[in-house]
């Protein structure tokens, strides 16, 4: 409590390093569990200009922009910003895959975006690429309304319903590391968007290792390479960095893959993004 206290009245850089700090000793004696990462995609295999730069997916967002932006979904809830919003689309898009897990629902942002990329993606019937999305509270709970917290109107699935992709969609509620413990199900794509203290992401990445089908891959969000701001509000989120490296130093043949710089706007007048995949090293 004293600490959190301090941490109030310190300067953004100096917060960030304070909780850095904090961090790296929660990790010191951390357990960290066997990876692996067999089932994860090669990082040969995957090319950022291929997903980044696709006119096909850029011609079908077009299609989607215009009736998300009328959602009204307000930037600066905690949540992913727009630009990601649409770099976790052209991700989901570009890669296709037939099933997603998202762990950390929150106001629904990035969830309507995964359910407009499958409903897009590939071959297979409207209906039968699926997003699973986790959160730890009922985020669509008439009573409790947590998204008008956040000046939203509608709830998530009611987002998904204006979009008429509520087929796309199944809401969980559970705690992250309950449901990847006993989920049986496997997925194509594991969005990692819940707790990003380490102790949290070094524990959820093994147990979302063992879910991915082969050729799968996990995508991070807040991952500050080597600990640097990506921003000028010097704000450095330290925790799915460190366990990262926790993870590699325990030999795991896995590696990050930041995605960087967008072709189009994210936060702070910049085209930066904090999302990175994780890969399998060659």
């Known amino acids: 409590m ?12 100096a917060r960030s390093k304070l909780l850095m700090w904090k961090e790296a000793v929660s990790l010191w004696s951390a ?8 089932k994860l995609r090669a990082r040969s295999e995957v090319s950022l200009d291929r997903i980044f730069h696709s006119a096909t997916v850029a011609g079908d967002w077009a299609r989607w922009e215009s009736r998300i932006a009328s959602l009204g979904i307000p930037d600066g809830t905690g949540g992913v910003n727009p630009g990601d919003r649409r770099a976790i689309y052209s991700v989901v898009r570009q890669l296709a895959p037939q099933s997603v897990l998202e762990i950390g629902t929150h106001i629904g942002a990035s969830t309507i975006h995964i359910a407009a990329a499958l409903a897009d993606s590939g071959s297979i019937e409207f209906g039968k ?5 986790v959160d730890i509270r ?19 699935r009611e987002l998904l319903q204006e979009l008429r ?15 990847l413990q006993i989920r049986q199900e496997n997925y194509d794509l594991i969005f990692l968007d819940g707790d990003h203290s380490a102790a949290a992401v070094l524990k959820e990445v093994p147990a979302a290792l063992k879910l991915l089908k082969p050729n799968g891959m996990i995508l991070l969000h807040d ?11 010097g ?3 330290p925790g799915p960095f460190l366990a990262i ?6 030999g795991a043949r896995c590696t990050a893959l930041p995605i960087g710089k967008l072709p189009w706007p994210t936060k702070a007048d910049s085209n930066v993004t904090s999302l990175a995949l994780l890969l399998r090293e060659a």
């Open 31 to 38: 357990r960290t569990e066997p990876c692996d990462v067999e």
């Open 138 to 156: 009922d985020v669509n709970s008439v009573e409790a309304a947590p998204w008008r917290h956040f000046g939203m109107r509608l709830s998530p």
């Open 2 to 13: 004293i600490l959190r206290t301090i941490a109030t009245k310190l300067p953004a850089p």
């Open 223 to 233: 991952y500050f390479p080597d600990l640097k701001p990506l921003w000028r509000d």
């Open 245 to 250: 490296r926790k993870l590699r130093h325990a």
């Open 235 to 237: 704000i450095v989120i």
């Open 165 to 179: 992709l509520q087929d796309q969609v199944i809401f969980e509620t559970s705690p992250a590391g309950d449901f």
């Open 129 to 133: 690429r699926t997003c699973t999305t």
